[in-house]
């Protein structure tokens, strides 16, 4: 709001000069943030054990990468995670689809939806794992279990939202039912429906890295589980940075795969945020 | 009455499909334990006082590391809307780490607080912080410009502004944010406990699953998952109320 206050007032190249440092001091409080943790870690306030050395932690991170470990770990946990976010999506969006359009669907899963969206879920581990025991396939019904019910949700609120306008005209112009819904109402629920698997993608990530840590195994999950129990906390620190990359690339690549495929709605001619 | 009878139907006829799978043994009775086993486990708990007492240090950790998440977020939020230093310095800090999925911080709270209830609140305190200082954010930037102006016109300062003009703006996003939060909050505390604790509903799950009582697990299963249910409901009650003025 400050900013609306002077930006008038100056000429362009100021406000060029301005913007740039602006966008230069973004990465002032990220110099910061390590400057701090390296200056804790010196001033011997904390044990190693508390903080590692950020040196320790990019070393280990290092000795990962070239062992192999990293690779295979993030492997793991990526294939769980998009098996379980793909199943997931096209279970929620058919799901969503058969609410939308069968009054008896709708009658039976919307009370379960209503009650099971809010739920925490995860305490339903230990149950999934005595009926499907420690391995992939209960990390994976896990992960379908969260992820299904934004996809669900915003599926349902997607379709309750297209324009009856475009619906008559299609009807009007001779669409088929088939049609109608392939070329009218999912395209026009393309967006809500998008913002529901950006909840869910996140979330499968999320529930694959607690299901390792409960579980154990491989993945980058399990593997902070290990170096935790050994007490070894530079393994701890860099299993964040892994997973906290991770997550990150996941979020971004979600953002840019919906500018492309949304390109044709009024939305991505708006300013990019976030 | 009648309505909501059919509402929650398919619920019942669930519930009834599950005590004859498992009365029918259809299925395992250590799997599936019948509904009606669950519910004399869960009166049994409650009766001994085990559920309670175990009840009471989860909503604590939950309540107090929601409770910290809410005011620094907020006033975290509002700053950076408000002040754009802030906002340079902090937004760079919460984009990288709102992606970071929060249960891989258990184990660092672990290390640096221990096994107790430190670990837990700090720990829900930090997964929860983001989505409320991102609803708070959201919501004071999109403040009407017009109510800013004519506030500012009729000579509030920029504090008095704040409250009566920014805050009550953004109110809508951030209550949202807080929802997100709410539902974090059991996520995280459920998975930490399970991880390491000595009490809490996660800490008696996991006991209670290695002893093999797993009707008396169910119970408490159904006990948290029902409790994260009924704070989303009173929630959305309690917001409906706070923007009744919207209408």
Known sequence: MAAIDQAPLSPPALRILRSTL?????????VLLLAAWELVVRSGIVTPFQLPALGNVLERIWNDAVSGDLAINTAVTLYRAMIGFFIAAAGGIALGMAMSRNAIARWFFDPLISVGF???????????????????????????????????????????????????????????????????????????????????????????????????????????????????????????????????????AMALIRRRLLIWHQEAAEPYTQ | MKQSLIRYLPLLLLAAGWELAARLELVSS?????LSDVIAAWIDMIKDGELVSNGASSLYRAGAGLALSVIVGTLLGISMAWWKPVNVLVAPLV??????????LIPVTVIWLGFGDGSK?????????????????????????VLVWSARSMGANRLRM??????????????????TALALAFILLVSSELIVAQKGFGYLIGFLGANGSYDAMYAVVFTVAFLGFAADRIYQTFVHRVLLWRQ
Do not use: H
């Not at chain 1, 602006?22 to 990220?30: E, K, P, T, V, Y």
């Open chain 1, 22 to 30: 602006w966008a230069g001091a973004r990465l002032i409080s990220i």
């Open chain 2, 30 to 34: 250590t799997a599936l334990p019948p």
């Open chain 2, 162 to 179: 704040l409250w009566d003009v920014v805050l009550p703006s953004a109110m809508p996003e951030l209550l949202n944010g807080i929802r």
């Open chain 1, 118 to 252: 809010p739920m925490p879920k995860i305490a339903f581990l230990p149950v999934v794992i005595l009926w499907l025991g420690v391995f992939d396939i209960s990390k994976i019904t896990m992960i379908v279990f969260d992820a299904i019910f934004p996809v669900v949700a915003a599926t349902v609120i997607a379709i309750q939202g297209v324009e009856r306008e475009l619906i008559w005209s299609a009807r009007n112009m001779g669409a088929r039912e088939r049609e109608l819904l392939w070329q009218i109402i999912l395209p026009a629920a393309l967006p809500t429906i998008m913002t529901g698997l950006q909840v869910a993608l996140p979330l499968s990530l999320i529930v694959a890295v607690v299901t390792e840590m409960l579980m154990g195994g491989y993945g980058l999950g399990g593997a902070m589980m290990t170096a935790s129990r050994f007490a070894n906390s530079p393994g701890v620190f860099a299993g964040i940075v892994e997973i906290a990359v991770v997550g990150y690339a996941l979020v971004k």
């Open chain 2, 95 to 104: 984009e990288i780490f709102y992606p970071l999925p929060k249960s891989a």
């Open chain 2, 121 to 145: 609140i700090l720990l829900i305190f930090l997964g929860c912080m983001l989505p409320v200082t991102i609803g708070a954010f959201n919501g004071a930037r999109s403040s009407e410009q």
